[in-house]
């Protein structure tokens, strides 16, 4: 079964800093991943897909790497605004074609 | 081009009552997954509909059932709500057999309070 952990859970950080938000899967046998940005409440916006073939996605001032062997994968947010506060979840997709969800990484941008 | 709509976007009932979800997919998806997602946690799967049968289930009582009707949209149903079932109710919809290439789309969910 797989498991899914984000580092770190919560994060409070200044506007303009730049930021690493890390995902951790247990089974490497993955088709893709996806990054989803939720707002409080709201549903799920998909951010990144990275597919297993590949080892990084870039949007604008998101960046996000995989490392499949190592069960790792890497958001990278550049020169944060307070607009990117929210949860950022994590979801590799395997054999099953289900995504799998972590808990997310709370994400406080304060001005 | 619209996404997944979930209908309604709040629902209040009574414990040992019934509800229905509503979803319908994004233009040129057939398969439909529902999730929930309690409080402080990540979305978890509760099945997968494709072409009007449930392909696989997630760790979920029988009281959660479904349907998928040959317009791909779908509903989900719980039957004698508990406290417990209180939560976002989320549906994702992929287009089959290329849904792993493509990722997955997700609606604004249903907030289901039980009383």
């Known amino acids: 079964k797989q498991e899914v952990t984000q580092i770190p859970a919560a994060l409070s950080v200044p506007e303009g800093e730049n930021l690493v938000l890390n995902c951790s899967f247990t089974?490497?046998?993955?088709?893709?991943l996806q990054w989803f940005r939720q707002d409080p409440g709201k549903g799920l916006t998909s951010l990144l897909l990275i597919q297993s073939s590949q080892r990084e996605q870039t949007s604008g001032r998101l960046n996000a790497s995989l490392d499949k062997s190592s069960g790792r994968s890497t958001l990278y947010i550049a020169a944060s605004q307070p607009g990117d506060s929210a949860t950022y979840l994590c979801a590799p997709t395997g054999g099953s074609y289900i995504p799998t969800f972590g808990r997310g990484t709370s994400l406080i941008v304060h001005p | 081009d619209a996404g997944v709509t979930q209908s309604p976007t709040h629902l209040i009932k009574t414990r040992g009552q019934q509800v229905t979800l509503r979803c319908s997919p994004k233009s040129g998806h057939d398969t439909v997954s529902w999730y929930q997602q309690a409080l402080g946690q990540g979305p978890q799967f509760i099945f997968q509909y494709y072409e009007e049968e449930e392909r696989q289930r997630g760790n979920f009582p029988d009281r959660f059932s479904g349907h998928q009707f040959p317009n791909y949209s779908s509903e989900l149903n719980v039957n004698a709500l508990l406290l417990g079932d209180s939560a976002l109710y989320l549906c994702?919809?992929?287009?089959?057999?290329?849904?792993?290439?493509?990722?997955?789309?997700f609606g604004s969910g249903t907030r289901l309070t039980v009383v």
């Open positions: 089974d490497s046998a993955i088709y893709n």
């Open positions: 994702a919809s992929s287009p089959e057999g290329v849904g792993s290439y493509y990722g997955y789309t």
